[in-house]
């Protein structure tokens, strides 16, 4: 009887986490992303278990203590689950893939927002002035990229990494 009894109530809670995940957007979540100051969106084929997936280049500044300093295109990976959902943050200090989720994501079935660190990859500044190559500069590029995402993902954040991430 207690058995039946937990397993009802996760069955419960597992639907309710589903069905809180769904979004009922008057616009098109595509047209929204397209229309954030400095965002470049391309939707790409979904992997694992997002509904959509977006490649996004977002124009940074090279030293965000001096914007006339010049600018860089950054690449991120937004996995969509629902605009209501936790976001998992994956940073590293390397390149990103976009087939590439993280554990916890999957795990969790939440969005995951992957963003490749400045100087790596496509996200390298032209000329590589490697002065603002800096931890400092990095985390700026994140809490700018966050601040823009956080305009239309209203859920939870969690944050998860590896190396310089």
């Not at 280049?57 to 010049?70: C, R, V």
Request: hydrophobic share 35%; glycine share 4%.
């Amino acid at each position: 009887m207690k058995t039946t009894l937990i397993s009802t109530l996760f069955f419960l809670f597992a639907c309710e986490t589903k069905l809180s995940h769904s979004d009922n957007s008057p616009k098109d979540l595509l047209v929204r992303l397209q229309s954030i100051p400095g965002f470049t969106v391309t939707e790409i084929t979904p992997v694992d278990h997002f509904q959509r997936l977006f490649e996004i280049h977002l124009t940074q500044y090279i030293d965000h203590t001096n914007p006339s300093a010049g600018t860089f295109q950054q690449k991120i990976f937004l996995g969509h689950v629902s605009e209501s959902a936790p976001v998992i943050l994956e940073t590293e200090g390397y390149s990103r893939d976009n087939q590439r989720t993280r554990q916890l994501s999957a795990l969790m079935e939440v969005n995951q927002l992957a963003i490749e660190h400045r100087y790596y990859g496509e996200s390298v500044p032209n000329p590589r002035n490697w002065q603002y190559l800096t931890i400092d500069q990095a985390s700026n590029d994140i809490h700018r990229i966050i601040e823009k995402i956080k305009t239309i993902y209203t859920g939870k954040w969690a944050s998860s990494g590896r190396s310089k991430g």
